[in-house]
Structure formats: C-alpha cells, structure tokens
C-alpha cells in the first residue's frame, strides 16, 4: 500500500526557487510513472511534469517548461519538482501522484502549498 506525502511548498517572491518533494511509503514506486499536477484557487487540476517509469524520460506542461525540473531517487522513494523563475501564477496546491506497470493510479496526497508573490 502506497501512500503519498508532498512537502516542501511556501511563500516565496516572484523569481524565486522552491524545491517539492514527494515521499511514497510502501512499495518502492521505483516501477511507477510519477507525476506532478497543481490546482490553483478556483480552477481544476492541471498536469505539470512527470517522469516515466521506464527510461526515466521527463514532460512538461508548456506553461512550465525550461522553469522547472522533476526528478525522482528510487532509493529513497521519493520524486522532486524543482521549481525555478516562479511567477504568480504558477501559485497553487501542488499533488503527486504515479500510475504503476499494471495501470493502477495512487491515491493522491494532501498536496503542499505554494504562493508566489509579485
């Protein structure tokens, strides 16, 4: 049983850097495809970046593309969102989530918020 915990939102100022973090318990998610997804206030969950499964290869949402950078550490079962150049829109709370080999989606976590100031 997976259960996921993202960390590492704040305030921070436009142009600014945070770095999230999300920590999966159980199974080892190293055989999942993990994503990162926000929700900003009054508007539905949007696709961010995710990393594959297999060969490890990244996408991104245009919106965020060349700012930030998502990586994962198998060993400690963890995926990151490396957030750079934040701008007040890219303000939200941001979830993690993975989709494993046999199509099983994870239970979304509680998300960490993040609020970019201008």
């Known amino acids: 049983q997976v259960q996921l915990v993202e960390s590492g939102g704040g305030l921070v100022q436009a142009g600014g850097s945070l770095r999230l973090s999300c920590a999966a318990s159980?199974?080892?998610?190293?055989?999942?495809?993990m994503g990162w997804f926000r929700q900003a206030p009054g508007k539905e969950r949007e696709f961010v970046a995710e990393i594959r499964r297999i060969g490890g290869r990244t996408y991104y949402a245009d919106s965020v593309k060349g700012r930030f950078t998502i990586s994962r550490d198998s060993a400690k079962n963890t995926v990151y969102l490396q957030m750079n150049s934040l701008q007040p829109e890219d303000t939200g709370v941001y979830y993690c989530?993975?989709?494993?080999?046999?199509?099983?989606?994870?239970?979304w976590g509680r998300g960490t918020h993040v609020t970019v100031s201008s």
């Open positions: 989530n993975g989709r494993g080999p046999t199509g099983n989606v994870l239970a």
């Open positions: 159980g199974r080892t998610f190293s055989s999942y495809t």
